[in-house]
């Protein structure tokens, strides 16, 4: 895939998250970093922190407080078992959980970045990167 494409898929995808955002569903990251990278990418709605507290009381506590809840925790090892465990904890808690958006910009990006907080410098870059390559 080419940069171009990989970037326009991002951009839908980012565009995509600050529309479920908007629309109520909340986000849950693993840090603060991870949140801040997501308001700068200008997502506004909720975006709670999992690794706050222990995982079954967040889950819980986000299920009932929320329908809609996306896991975006990072392409590692340990974020993969986190993005598990939550799906489990919040469908038991009869949320609507979308896993599905990690797995899509994991999938775009997992050999250049390996967590949620490089995202947005990630996307600049390619930015930069393809404008760059235009002007010349």
Not at 5 to 30: F, H, N, P
Not at 75 to 93: P, T, V
Request: aromatic share 2%; charged share 40%.
């Amino acid at each position: 895939m080419e940069d171009m494409e990989r970037l326009e898929k991002l951009e839908e995808l980012i565009q995509e998250l600050r529309q479920q955002s908007d629309d109520g569903a909340a986000i849950i990251v693993e840090g603060k970093r991870d949140r801040k990278t997501l308001r700068e990418l200008g997502i506004t709605g909720p975006v709670k922190l999992g690794t706050q507290k222990a995982l079954l009381e967040l889950c819980e506590e986000v299920a009932r407080e929320y329908n809609k809840v996306i896991v975006l925790t990072d392409w590692d090892e340990k974020g993969d078992k986190l993005a598990r465990l939550m799906a489990e904890f919040l469908n038991n808690a009869d949320a609507i959980v979308n896993t599905e958006i990690r797995q899509r910009i994991k999938a775009l990006v997992k050999k250049r970045i390996k967590d949620i907080e490089s995202l947005n410098t990630h996307v600049f870059n390619l930015r930069a990167e393809l404008n760059k390559q235009d002007s010349i």
